[in-house]
């Protein structure tokens, strides 16, 4: 009865790992002192929150930095993706000193704030493409669900 069960059990696993497809190297074990892309972004953040102590790391700010990483991570020539790190940071740290006030709470609601951006961003969309705008408000998909993107 016991191999059975195992035997099920086993069968069972086996169809749900064949049904859900996983490329090899998404296991593979990374080579020597190589790092996976996350930890380089987790610590370009690290970095920004410790040299800004006002402001720290605000939730949104992974969806800033990760089109920027991947950009540079990706680039065809080796030696320039050599310098993703670098480049990554130097043009988060620009970008963020022009959004910066987007991240900082106590300014939320203030017209400079993120919530006041937001408006405005609703009100352009309204005027620019109405149809747009009234089918997003049926839809009760307002600005805070797809503005940061």
């Known amino acids: 009865m016991r191999q059975n069960l ?5 069968h069972g696993v086996l169809l749900i790992a064949l049904s859900v497809k996983k490329a090899p190297e998404d296991y593979a074990p990374m080579p020597e002192g190589s790092e996976a892309h ?17 402001q720290g790391y ?27 790190e670098a480049d990554c ?10 959004i910066r006030d987007f991240f900082i709470k106590s300014l939320d ?8 951006m937001m408006c405005k961003l609703g009100e352009q969309l309204k005027s620019r493409d109405s149809a747009v705008w009234f089918r997003l408000h049926d839809q009760e998909l307002y600005p805070q669900y797809y503005s940061f993107r």
């Open 38 to 54: 996350w930890e380089v972004v987790e610590r370009i953040l690290f970095l920004y929150a410790k040299l800004n102590p006002g």
């Open 58 to 84: 605000v939730q949104g700010m992974n969806e800033i930095i990760g089109p920027i990483y991947y950009s540079f991570a990706c680039n065809p020539d080796s030696e320039w993706r050599g310098h993703a």
């Open 6 to 10: 195992n035997y099920v059990f086993g």
């Open 109 to 116: 609601e203030a017209e400079c704030g993120i919530n006041g």
């Open 89 to 98: 940071f130097f043009c988060f740290t620009n970008l963020m000193g022009e």
